[in-house]
């Protein structure tokens, strides 16, 4: 539905009120914005309604049935996977981490993304300026890559701020009002972190210098014991909803980290390289990761 259609069937809103209530559905994940401008639609994300419990002190409590969206095609190795994941937890099996997974993989020769998928991410990522030194472009985007990502980045371990609050912040200085400190002060590490590495280029790798630097400043007083900020994960996590353990023990964590660092080091295509950390990293959970919910 668009925006005109919503005002025509509620004439007693104004456009403004509508607007701002779209943005917060947007943030909760309960719409979905398609296209720009007049022509942007606004759809459901979900067929189930939302279950909202809103407590004394203004912070929300969602209790959101877990549903992929349907608009996304599914194959059916998915489906089957997804109808196991949505068992009660009782009902699945424990596992902890399989190391062979990255014992197993050899950079250049392994591949999770597959060729044609490779071709066509680098075409969709070809900027024209891959003649230029490290961080040249990065620079040349940084306003906008600041504002982006750290909105982005933010959105998906909780934080409110709408994209309109993020420019704010960053381009003004200008806290959003009725928002946690909490939630500025992420919005905050993730443009001090962006910079870094913008600005350090010739430094900057797949390396434990900057997987730790990056960690110390994206969690910068956002966690319980400020001491685990930029370090190794010193004691057990659970992931929340799963029956995965990750590992426990800093100097076994350490060494799989060095591995597959030195791993992802090695591989040559930038989108494999990606996505291979992106397997990696959230699978060893190194890292005390800090989400803006823990503190609601």
């Excluded at 099996?93 to 997974?101: A, D, E, H, K, N």
């Excluded at 066509?120 to 306003?143: H, V």
């Excluded at 350090?200 to 001491?227: C, D, K, Q, V």
Aim: glycine share 4%; with cysteine.
């Amino acid at each position: 539905m668009s925006l005109s259609k919503l005002l025509t069937l509620h004439p007693s809103i104004s456009r403004r009120t509508v607007q701002r209530s779209l943005s917060k559905l947007i943030c909760n994940d309960t719409i979905i914005a398609i296209g720009a401008g007049r022509s942007r639609k606004y759809i459901a994300a979900s067929s189930q309604q939302d279950s909202i419990t809103t407590t004394q002190d203004n912070n929300v409590d969602e209790t959101i049935a877990d549903k992929f969206p349907a608009y996304v095609p599914l194959s059916a190795d998915s489906k089957d996977i997804l109808n196991y994941i949505e068992q009660p937890l009782e009902a699945r099996t424990p596992v902890g981490y399989q190391r062979s997974l990255i014992d197993d993989y050899e950079p250049n020769v392994s591949f999770y993304l597959s060729e044609p998928i490779r071709r066509q991410l680098a075409r969709m990522g070809n900027t024209g300026k891959t003649s230029q030194p490290a961080g040249t472009y990065g620079r040349d985007i940084l306003s906008r890559l600041l504002i982006d990502l750290s909105w982005a980045s933010s959105h998906l371990e909780g934080n409110s701020y709408s994209r309109l609050d993020t420019i704010e912040l960053i381009e003004h200085g200008k806290a959003a009002a009725g928002k946690a400190n909490i939630e500025t002060q992420m919005i905050l590490n993730h443009k001090t972190a962006i910079e870094l590495l913008v600005d350090n280029p010739e430094s900057i790798g797949f390396n434990r210098y900057t997987i730790l630097n990056l960690h110390s400043i994206l969690s910068e007083n956002l966690l319980p014991n400020p001491f685990d900020e930029g370090r190794i994960r010193q004691h057990q996590v659970d992931i929340g909803k799963s029956v995965f353990r990750p590992l426990s023990g800093d100097v076994l964590i350490a060494k799989l980290l060095d591995l597959l660092l030195s791993k992802a080091d090695l591989i040559a295509d930038p989108f494999e390289q990606s996505f291979f950390m992106m397997v990696h990293i959230p699978y060893l959970q190194p890292l005390i990761k800090c989400r803006v919910q823990q503190y609601y």
